[in-house]
Every structure is written in structure tokens, then in C-alpha cells.
């Protein structure tokens, strides 16, 4: 498994980081996309905000944007009826079994 | 740089069949040779195959089945435009000088391992396509009020124009009420706002402005190409209203051909779902942003079929390796006014727009008779 995978599978969501430039490199890659130098992981911020969503049976699943630059598409646990596009979220539960799981709600 | 005309083409129709990806791509050639007035097999000096299949080594392979012993052979891979990008190799070759006669064939198996990105983390456990095409049909909806309806006007559209193409996956129509009433896949997408996987196989074939005319009296010309990726993973995607390599790539193709939108007479676009069709229109230039459902609407209202011919993605099918090139040829032969009860009358510009993973990248193409 990569270091990605693993630290989801441990619970944490990192991200690779440019040890040159300092840019986050994503998705994760061992060189970063700008200057091709080696990178460091760091871990992300839980906080994301809601950039899109859907519903599939009764499940939530959206676009959540991190730092202003990392996005993924994950679950969005929450009953409240009241959900627009700019909300900030907390990632509350990652992991990594087989695909990546990203699991969000209100914050 | 040389001309480069599309001189042949060959078709199976699309099944559900459980067939080698080989034996597809034998069947659209013989088509192919079938079709084509004075081909011989030592004439090809290019073999491109075109696929998401897992195959090995295979434009030798299907070189050797077929008799073919070409100076060029390899595989062109790029999920869903694979066929339209392995045309613009075989340009490229013929344009360059490095061959004269090359033959593109593009297949796929209903089973296709293409159709999952498993390397996009940015999907995380949302990796199938339902659910980047919700994501683009939420955004459009939300900022341009398009509905329900809007979507389901586009497949039947699409459904109606497959029943005048003999090689379709689907033969029937279906009503709007139907569409709307078919199963829910998502909160915005239904069972028949989907193309669908299917096994199939197009060939084409392409020649140099100096070998055109022993194949045909009408050869189709490729005027404009346009190509843009603008990354693999589909959240770089930053406004859901809009496909902006498509943009990029028609930009490019109108500026090759000196051409514009307004100059197209039919064009077979990609409508891997309800969503991009519109999306597309708006972005080719055919519809103003936001004017696009009207615009299909329209179509399908009149039984205009200027838009997706022979019943697109959605209609005919999606053998992704074989799609581009299926488009390509439905376009060929609109032009060469040869499609029957297909044909857009008088159409003399064509226009073949083929993307991939969640329009991550695009291919558009200006064919003139």
C-alpha cells in the first residue's frame, strides 16, 4: 500500500507536498506536478466546504474542497433538510478498503 | 502539410454479445473491405486499434488475422475518445508524409474494464460514472433551471433517431413520460438519461490526398482537429456548467477549419448522458449557455437531426474504443450522402466532438465533403 493509503486506512487524510515549492500535489503523487521534486505528506485540514451534492437512495454524496485546492467526493451524513453549496463541512471519518472512503457532515 | 480523407468505413452492430475483442474488430474490418472499392490488403500501411479492453500487442495481432502487414501498428488508449484520438494519429502519419493508407478499427466488450477510473482518488468510493454526471446535471440545473424534462427530451431524441441506424444497440423509441418514469439511479439521473456498455466494433479508413480517389468518389476531408486534456482526475473540474476541454478543443478545430459553429450541418456529439449533450451544445457554440435544452427541444419537436444522427451514445450504445469511431463514420457518410434514413439534407460541414472521464479531455474534429 502507498503512504496515502495507508494513513487512510489509520484514519488520517494526508496530502503529498512539494518540498521544493511548497505546493500540495493532488491527487497524491511521490513528485510534485510543478517542479518534478520529491514531496513530504502532511495532513489535510478537516475542514472542507461543500462544493456540490446528490442523493443516491438515501445516501448524500458530494464535492467537499479542502484548503481551497484539494477536492474529493465523499459521504455527507446529516438529517438536516437545509444543505447549500458554500457550507463548510468536517470530514469526520476516512478511510481506505480497496477505494478511499471520505465520510463529511455540517459542521 | 498534405490532405488526409476518410475513404471507408466499417460497422457491427452493437449487442451485448459475448465476443473476443479480436473477432469484434475482424467483423468491422471485413465490413471495411467489404465497402471499399479497390482495397487490397497490401495497400494499408497503418494499423491502429483502439481500446480500454486489456489486450496485448493487439493492432499486430488483428494486423496478422486480417493479412495486414503494415510499416505502422500499435494501440491508441484513452478511455472513451480513444477512437477519435487514434483517427488523429492515422492523420498525423498520412499528414506527415510517413504513409498513405491507414486503417483505424476501435472496439469494446459490454464487460470493458474502461469504465471505471480506479486511479481517480479525487472520487473516492464514488467512482462510477452516475455519479460525476450527477454532480455536472445538479450544477447545471442549479444555475440554469434545467429539469427533469429537459434531460429526458435528449434521450428520447436520441432513442427516436437510433431506430433509422441498423447497427444501434436499441431499436425502439421511447416516450418522455417513459424516460422520466425509468428507474432512478440518482436524485437527477434515471436508468434512460445513460448510455449503456455494450460490445461493438467501427473501422474506418484514411488516405492520403494523392491515393483518396481509388477508394471513392467522395472522399470526407478532415479539415480541423482539436485535442485538449485538462487533467485525468474529475474534480480539477472547477465549474460543473461547463466542459472546458471541450472548449479548448473546439476552439482549436474551428480555427484549423476556418469554420464556425454556425457553419456545422450535423454533428455527432458525446452523450454519455442526457447531461453532456446539453452541456456540450452550449459549449460547442450551438446553444448559448443556458439555451441549450430549448435547443434540443427544438430538435426533437421538428425531427431535426442535425444533433446526434444516428441516436449517439445514448441511443446506439457505448463501446467506448469503438464510439469515436462510429461517430466519425456517421458523419462520414452524412456527407458523402450515404445514410439513408439517417440523412441530414445537403449537409456538407460535419462535426465529431468524442471526451472522456468525466470530460477531463476532448476531442473535436471538422469533416468536409
Known amino acids: 500500500m502507498t503512504t496515502f493509503e495507508n494513513e487512510l486506512k489509520n484514519g488520517k487524510f494526508v496530502c503529498s507536498e512539494c518540498i521544493k515549492c511548497n505546493k500540495l500535489v493532488w491527487p497524491p503523487s511521490d513528485f510534485c506536478s510543478n517542479c518534478f521534486t520529491k514531496v513530504r505528506w502532511r495532513q489535510v485540514s478537516t475542514i472542507a466546504t461543500l462544493v456540490e451534492f446528490s442523493k443516491k437512495d438515501d445516501t448524500i454524496f458530494c464535492i467537499a474542497e479542502f484548503e481551497g485546492t484539494i477536492r474529493v467526493m465523499g459521504s455527507l451524513e446529516t438529517k438536516s433538510e437545509e444543505i447549500s453549496i458554500g457550507q463548510e463541512l468536517i470530514l469526520a471519518k476516512c478511510d481506505y478498503d480497496k477505494t478511499e472512503r471520505f465520510v463529511f457532515q455540517l459542521k | 502539410m498534405r490532405g488526409v480523407a476518410l475513404v471507408g468505413t466499417g460497422l457491427t452492430k452493437f449487442t451485448r454479445s459475448n465476443i473476443s475483442i479480436e473477432s469484434l474488430m475482424l467483423l468491422a474490418m471485413k465490413s471495411l473491405f467489404e465497402n471499399t472499392k479497390n482495397l487490397a490488403q497490401k495497400d494499408v500501411d497503418v494499423v491502429l486499434t483502439s481500446t480500454s479492453?486489456?489486450?496485448?500487442?493487439?493492432?499486430?495481432?488483428?494486423?496478422?488475422?486480417?493479412?495486414?502487414?503494415?510499416?505502422?501498428?500499435?494501440?491508441?488508449?484513452?478511455?472513451?475518445?480513444?477512437?477519435?484520438?487514434?483517427?488523429?494519429?492515422?492523420?498525423?502519419?498520412?499528414?506527415?508524409?510517413?504513409?498513405?493508407?491507414?486503417?483505424?478499427?476501435?472496439?469494446?466488450?459490454?464487460?470493458?474494464?474502461?469504465?471505471?477510473?480506479?486511479?481517480?482518488?479525487?472520487?473516492?468510493?464514488?467512482?462510477?460514472?452516475?455519479?460525476?454526471?450527477?454532480?455536472?446535471?445538479?450544477?447545471?440545473?442549479?444555475?440554469?433551471?434545467?429539469?427533469?424534462?429537459?434531460?429526458?427530451?435528449?434521450?428520447?431524441?436520441?432513442?427516436?433517431?437510433?431506430?433509422?441506424?441498423?447497427?444501434?444497440?436499441?431499436?425502439?423509441?421511447?416516450?418522455?413520460?417513459?424516460?422520466?418514469?425509468?428507474?432512478?439511479?440518482?436524485?437527477?439521473?434515471?436508468?434512460?438519461?445513460?448510455?449503456?456498455?455494450?460490445?461493438?466494433?467501427?473501422?474506418?479508413?484514411?488516405?492520403?490526398?494523392?491515393?483518396?480517389?481509388?477508394?471513392?468518389?467522395?472522399?470526407?476531408?478532415?479539415?480541423?482537429?482539436?485535442?485538449?486534456?485538462?487533467?485525468?482526475?474529475?474534480?480539477?473540474?472547477t465549474d460543473l456548467t461547463t466542459m472546458q476541454s471541450t472548449i479548448h478543443a473546439a476552439t482549436d478545430a474551428y480555427k484549423m477549419s476556418n469554420i464556425q459553429a454556425s457553419n456545422v450541418d450535423v454533428a455527432e456529439i458525446h452523450d454519455a448522458f442526457t447531461i453532456c449533450e446539453i452541456i456540450e451544445l452550449e459549449d460547442l457554440g450551438f446553444a448559448k449557455k443556458g439555451e441549450a435544452s430549448r435547443y434540443a427541444r427544438i430538435c426533437y419537436e421538428t425531427q431535426d437531426r442535425k444533433i446526434?444522427?444516428?441516436?449517439?451514445?445514448?441511443?446506439?450504445?457505448?463501446?467506448?474504443?469503438?464510439?469515436?469511431?462510429?461517430?466519425?463514420?456517421e458523419i462520414c457518410q452524412q456527407l458523402q450522402g450515404k445514410a439513408e434514413k439517417r440523412q441530414v439534407q445537403g449537409a456538407k460541414v460535419g462535426l465529431v466532438q468524442n471526451m472522456s472521464a468525466a470530460a477531463t479531455s476532448s476531442t473535436v474534429l471538422i469533416l468536409q465533403s
Open chain 2, 53 to 237: 479492453d486489456n489486450s496485448k500487442y493487439l493492432a499486430s495481432i488483428v494486423s496478422e488475422l486480417a493479412g495486414l502487414t503494415p510499416k505502422i501498428s500499435h494501440s491508441v488508449e484513452s478511455l472513451c475518445n480513444s477512437g477519435a484520438n487514434s483517427v488523429v494519429s492515422a492523420f498525423a502519419y498520412i499528414a506527415a508524409g510517413l504513409a498513405d493508407i491507414a486503417l483505424v478499427v476501435g472496439a469494446e466488450r459490454f464487460d470493458s474494464p474502461g469504465r471505471i477510473l480506479e486511479w481517480d482518488r479525487s472520487r473516492g468510493q464514488y467512482k462510477h460514472p452516475i455519479y460525476w454526471s450527477s454532480m455536472f446535471t445538479k450544477a447545471h440545473m442549479r444555475k440554469y433551471g434545467t429539469t427533469k424534462e429537459d434531460l429526458a427530451i435528449v434521450s428520447a431524441k436520441n432513442h427516436k433517431n437510433a431506430t433509422a441506424n441498423p447497427y444501434a444497440y436499441f431499436e425502439k423509441e421511447y416516450s418522455v413520460d417513459e424516460i422520466m418514469q425509468s428507474k432512478n439511479l440518482t436524485e437527477e439521473i434515471r436508468l434512460l438519461d445513460c448510455s449503456l456498455p455494450c460490445s461493438g466494433s467501427a473501422a474506418i479508413l484514411l488516405a492520403s490526398e494523392e491515393t483518396a480517389k481509388k477508394y471513392t468518389d467522395c472522399p470526407v476531408w478532415i479539415t480541423g482537429i482539436g485535442q485538449k486534456t485538462t487533467s485525468a482526475g474529475f474534480t480539477k473540474n
Open chain 2, 308 to 329: 446526434n444522427p444516428r441516436g449517439g451514445l445514448i441511443g446506439s450504445g457505448h463501446p467506448l474504443g469503438a464510439t469515436g469511431i462510429a461517430q466519425i463514420t
